[in-house]
């Protein structure tokens, strides 16, 4: 090593040693004992205290407050909805400069393509759920499912596929009435077809 280097690094050495020991940190004023349990104790006292069994039935059954449900069709009935929207007030962005003003008319069909469509089913019911499972969306997973009734959860298990709940702004804007019912993009709107099942309750 070289010599010159040695007196160099012992410096260092010092001078780390001295600042260390003048930037440690001693308690300033009265202290007291810490009273409160340890946070991981009590962690692991609160987890051991969960009732798994009563957690995962609460998932299961889960139902969001606007779901929307829907009576079974008695006749099938086919229509199309408009999604074509005019704006009520201005849209600006965080520096305030203006977007779109009031009075923009759009169709979000033109922006975005609906490739799967939706079906709107009642989960709690097992002929709509069999019906569905023989149609055509069944294989298609682009197809969206909602659920009007049921549990998503459930089902979600039990077809082996995303499920989603039908609320009641969706129901409102696709203007479903009734169930199954099937919803695919035509000429930049919507058709919705309601299915009569064969067998009626």
């Known amino acids: 090593m070289d010599s010159k280097l040695v007196p160099i690094l012992w ?77 009520d007030h201005d849209i600006k962005d965080s520096q305030g400069n203006l977007l779109y003003s009031q009075g923009f008319t759009f169709n979000p069909l033109q922006y975005a393509v609906l490739s799967g469509g939706l079906v709107a089913i009642d989960g709690s019911d097992p002929e709509q759920v069999e019906w569905f499972k023989g149609s055509p969306y069944f294989q298609n997973h682009r197809a969206i499912l909602l659920l009007s009734g049921g549990y998503a959860n459930e089902l979600k298990q039990a077809l082996q596929r995303p499920v989603y709940y039908l609320t009641h702004d969706i129901a409102a804007r696709l203007q479903l009435k009734a169930v199954p019912s099937v919803v695919v993009e035509q000429d930049n709107k919507l058709t919705v077809r309601e299915v009569r099942l064969a067998k009626q309750r």
């Open 11 to 87: 410096i260092i050495t010092c001078a780390t040693q001295v600042l260390a020991a003048h930037t440690r940190l001693e308690p300033v004023g009265r202290t007291y004992p810490i009273v409160e349990q340890d946070i991981t104790k009590e962690l692991q006292q609160k987890a051991t205290a969960i009732d798994l069994n009563a957690l995962f039935y609460s998932q299961n059954r889960y139902q969001p407050a606007n779901l929307h449900p829907l009576p079974r069709t008695t006749s099938d009935r086919v229509f199309t909805v408009d999604l074509t929207h005019t704006l």
